[in-house]
């Protein structure tokens, strides 16, 4: 049977981007695949409630966990394959996300260089469906592994499987809790077309001399460093809520009444509104509850000043739910998960 080491009363402060002092009843760091089918035969923690820990970059910790956190150190990259038409590169789930994406860079097979400089780890990249300036990680993902909690069991899923959705796929619903993935496998195409329109992105290319991947990865990181607040310096979880999507009638009575409302038109006719907006408009932008604050160049991110909660971060998003609400009758929705 693999060996490992089971920890207890685990402090987690290292383990969540917020910063939270919670801890966990039990603990085991995970570095071979084989060691998650013993802990499901392992009698001392049996009953014990999983949670599966990569950077814990989008995760609210509200309070200490009962039960067994598994902390996911699998390590290694590598090309498995190619085709025509694309290559296949393989990561261990607890690869950092940022260091995969330079990596894939750095061996000339561009096509995920506009998720630099995202938090985390490879294998929390398709719970959520991580995705910024004009890409979502679903357009690159092949295929994934992931065991099975309850069996051991190792199944392997496809796209179709995780079901991806805007900042969601089946990790987050029918399939939470249940499975650690534990790699995953992105195709990047051969032929490589740059994603440069996002504002922001094109705004800092005009100044230089190539859409080169290089140049969009440069780009990206200089947007994030000056938007983004450093989870290291300031505890965060990157954007609180999501987007939220209205319908077309809903919208056109909204931006008669607020003319500067910002919207993306969906290809299935809704209209996409960027909460950030939203949040500022209502003057939350740099205003705090106590420790738990809102970022000050972005709304969108709540932070934690320094000793905040996790329940106080939430407070704090309930009034700015209320308030929003209030304003523009729309409601958000809390992107990371919330324990
Ligand atoms: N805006 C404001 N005030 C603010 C924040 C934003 O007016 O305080 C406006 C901006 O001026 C802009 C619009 O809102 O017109 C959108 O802002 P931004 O480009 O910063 O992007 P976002 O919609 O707020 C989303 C993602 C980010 C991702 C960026 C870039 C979600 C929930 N968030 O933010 O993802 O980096 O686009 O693609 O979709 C994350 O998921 O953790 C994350 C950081």
């Known amino acids: 049977m693999p060996e490992y080491e089971l920890l207890s009363d685990y402090p987690l402060l290292a383990h969540n981007t917020f910063g939270f002092d919670v801890r966990a009843k039990y603990a085991v760091r995970l570095t071979e695949e084989a060691q998650i089918a013993s802990l499901a035969r392992d009698e001392r923690v049996k009953n014990a409630a999983r949670l599966v820990l990569g950077g814990g970059s989008n995760v609210v910790l509200t309070q200490d966990f009962d039960g067994l956190a598994l902390l996911m150190e699998l390590r290694g990259r590598h090309v498995i394959r190619e085709d025509a038409d694309a290559v296949y590169v393989e990561a261990g789930a607890g690869e950092n996300w940022h260091e995969f994406v330079a990596w894939t860079l750095s061996q000339g097979l561009p096509g995920l260089e506009n998720l630099a400089l995202i938090p985390g780890t490879v294998g929390a990249a398709p719970i959520q469906n991580i995705g910024a300036y004009g890409l979502e990680m679903g357009e690159r993902f092949d295929t994934l592994r992931a065991v099975e909690l309850s069996t051991g069991d190792m199944r392997e899923f496809d796209s179709n499987a995780c079901a991806f959705g805007y900042r969601d796929s089946f990790f987050k619903r029918e399939g939470r809790g249940r499975f650690v993935i534990v790699s995953v496998t992105f195709r990047l195409p051969k032929k490589w077309v740059p994603r440069a329109e996002y504002a922001d992105i094109a705004r800092v290319l005009e100044n230089g001399s190539s859409d080169s991947p290089q140049a969009i990865f440069d780009a990206v990181v200089a947007v994030r460093q000056a938007k983004l607040p450093d989870w290291r310096v300031l505890g965060n979880a990157g954007s609180f809520f999501k987007n939220p999507v209205i319908g077309a009638a809903e919208f056109s009575a909204l931006k008669a009444r607020e003319p500067d409302l910002v919207s993306y038109k969906q290809p299935d006719g809704q209209f996409k509104l960027a909460a950030g907006w939203l949040i500022d408009r ?33 407070e704090l998003a309930d009034t700015i739910k209320r308030d929003v609400y209030a304003r523009f009758a729309v409601e958000l929705e809390t992107e990371p998960v919330c324990l």
Request: charged share 15%; with cysteine.
């Open 282 to 314: 209502c003057g939350w932008k740099g205003r705090s509850i106590g420790a738990a604050a809102v970022h000050d160049r972005q709304a969108l991110v709540l932070v934690n000043r320094g000793g905040a909660s996790g329940a106080q971060i939430l």
